[in-house]
């Protein structure tokens, strides 16, 4: 079946504007999850959703970041007054529900949206 | 706080041979899972292998297989017969308890280069 998408695949904007980065999980995983990913590092998480709610948003750096998913299914990032260190990688994964075991707990990944500030 | 710990930036092997890639990990949680996982140069994150806590056997999947040694906390990735197709990076993780949210903490990756 189809993968995770993430849409866009490139995004440039400029310093001070607002963005949008989409991600539409593997049709029936619950569980979604925003990772940011700088050059030379780990991805990072930001958010975690569990249906429709966020169920731990502790990684989001700071109030300019914001995730919705309305409908249990397609989330979105959403970014204001972008700066220049918001320049990295968003990925985005999703898993079937949040218990453990290989085919359960694993975390599926998005191609990912890079994003450019300039 | 859990911790991932990659300490090999960059790893090189000779096609067909084996390699070990080494993870350690710190928590104080009972209920973990630990994953591999390998990002080309393309960028996607593609799983390769994973590990429940609890699990007494070591996983095993294709040419891949995590040795997992609980007491010294450690998962390593023991990739067999090397392909070229193998030179990428790759990302040693751990999943927190559902309790605390389930997120994948990511160690810092090691580089994989397999010369012909």
């Known amino acids: 079946g189809a993968g995770v998408s993430q849409t866009p695949s490139n995004k440039v904007t400029e310093k001070g504007k607002y963005v949008e980065l989409r991600c539409d999980p593997i049709?029936?995983?619950?569980?979604l999850y925003w990772y940011r990913q700088s050059l030379g590092q780990g991805p990072e998480f930001l958010i975690y959703?569990?249906?429709?709610?966020?169920?731990?948003d502790s990684g989001l750096p700071n109030d300019r970041f914001f995730a919705v998913r309305p409908e249990g299914s397609v989330s979105t990032l959403k970014i204001q007054r972008t700066e220049r260190g918001d320049s990295a990688v968003y990925l985005c994964?999703?898993?079937?529900?949040?218990?453990?075991?290989?085919?359960?707990?694993?975390?599926?990944f998005g191609p990912g949206t890079r994003l450019t500030v300039l | 706080a859990q911790k991932i710990t990659q300490t090999q930036p960059g790893m090189f092997v000779q096609e067909k041979e084996a390699v070990t890639l080494d993870c350690t990990y710190d928590?104080?949680?009972?209920?973990?899972?630990l994953f591999w996982y390998k990002q080309p140069s393309s960028g996607e994150m593609i799983f390769l292998i994973y590990?429940?806590?609890?699990?007494?056997q070591n996983a095993t999947e294709g040419r891949y297989s995590l040795n997992f040694q609980k007491a010294r906390k450690s998962a390593n990735l023991v990739i067999s017969a090397s392909q070229l197709g193998d030179s990428a990076m790759y990302f040693c993780?751990?999943?927190?308890?559902?309790?605390?949210?389930?997120?994948?903490?990511f160690g810092q990756g090691t580089e994989l280069s397999v010369k012909p």
């Open positions: 994964a999703s898993s079937l529900i949040g218990t453990s075991g290989p085919s359960t707990d694993t975390q599926y």
């Open positions: 049709s029936g995983h619950t569980a």
């Open positions: 959703f569990q249906g429709t709610g966020a169920a731990d």
């Open positions: 928590t104080s949680d009972q209920s973990y899972g």
């Open positions: 590990q429940g806590s609890y699990d007494e």
């Open positions: 993780a751990m999943r927190v308890p559902y309790n605390q949210g389930g997120k994948l903490i």
